[in-house]
């Protein structure tokens, strides 16, 4: 074991070792109570969560590149410090440098099977992020999931970014599922440029779906009656959920999605701060970006 990773194996709880390889690096698996879970430190990203007696319910693109170079396509990438593309710098990376940069391992705790993160600087973000103010991000792999993003303005002056917790949820089969929870909230159409109203009913999918939603009601819950399953997610510190599935076409451009008919076994249910819902935070002032997941078997 190389010295980094004999590093990384003194900071981890027990049920909890050092994964992955030379191309992926380190990779944390975690084991708790037959709950499972894997967290890539390039990109702070958790890659993969079973809980006991359920099938995975994240999705890892068959096609995902581990070359700590590329996002790794699948789990729960963090966007960060921005979502998409850059409000002004144009060619600045979609969806921030969070996710494309190594997190450090802060500290791991058993009996929770918590896994905690930091961004440390690194010389290469001072383009994109100028502030001292850095994220911590925090990962409960149990029977539910629970995740933290959270920053403190430990800057003089106020700060404002937007991020994305953007969850790839696996499914049995794309058309057959639908999405709760949202049927009251207007949402900003990306395919369209449209502001739509809220249409009064629960998310199906037949063709490529972006949607940032607002004005948010509560828990969201995905039906999944192919692999008989319910996830409920249930968020604090959002004002958005993204729903996104490429289709067929915007597959095929992305070229990381994996096999043609890939896309059917996965939706983006996500959860963040995003434009016009910027997140602002005064010098002081935290803000913590909290999402839960849980899965039950439909009887
Ligand atoms: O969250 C939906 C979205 O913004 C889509 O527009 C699509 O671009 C997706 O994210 C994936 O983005 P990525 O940069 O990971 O290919």
Not at 208 to 217: G, P, V
Not at 221 to 249: C, K, M, S, Y
Request: proline share 8%.
């Amino acid at each position: 074991m190389t010295e980094a990773r004999a590093d990384i194996a003194a900071l981890l709880a027990p049920g909890m070792r050092v994964g992955g390889d030379s191309a992926s690096g380190p990779i944390i698996d975690v084991e708790h109570d037959g709950h499972r879970g894997q967290v890539s430190l390039f990109g702070g990203q958790l890659l993969s969560w079973q809980p006991a007696g359920h099938e995975p319910v994240l999705w890892l693109s068959p096609g995902a590149v581990f070359d700590r170079a590329a996002p790794i396509r699948g789990g729960i990438p963090v966007c960060w410090p921005w979502f998409a593309d850059h409000p002004t710098e144009t060619g600045w990376p979609s969806h921030g440098f969070a996710r494309t940069a190594t997190w450090e391992v802060a500290r791991t705790e058993s009996a929770s099977a918590t896994v905690r993160l930091t961004l440390p600087n690194a010389a290469d973000q001072a383009t994109y992020w100028r502030h001292t103010s850095r994220p911590r991000l925090t990962y409960r792999i149990g029977d539910d999931l629970g995740i933290d993003l959270s920053l403190k303005n430990t800057d003089t002056s106020p700060i404002e970014l937007s991020q994305a917790l953007h969850t790839y949820f696996a499914v049995g089969d794309i058309e057959a599922i639908s999405i709760a929870g949202l049927e009251q909230c207007p949402f900003h159409d990306k395919l369209t440029g449209s502001d739509v109203p809220a249409a009064g009913a629960p998310i199906a999918f037949a063709a490529e779906t972006d949607r940032i939603y607002r004005h948010l009601t509560g828990p969201i819950e995905l039906r999944d009656p192919v692999l008989g399953r319910t996830i409920t997610i249930a968020h604090d510190g959002a004002t958005n959920v993204i729903v996104w599935n490429p289709w067929v076409e915007k597959s095929a451009r992305l070229g990381d999605i994996g096999p043609a008919d890939a896309y059917r076994g996965m939706v983006c249910i996500e959860t963040g701060n995003v434009a016009p819902d910027l997140l602002r935070l005064d010098p002081g002032e935290t803000h913590a970006l909290q999402t839960t997941v849980s899965v039950r078997k439909d009887p």
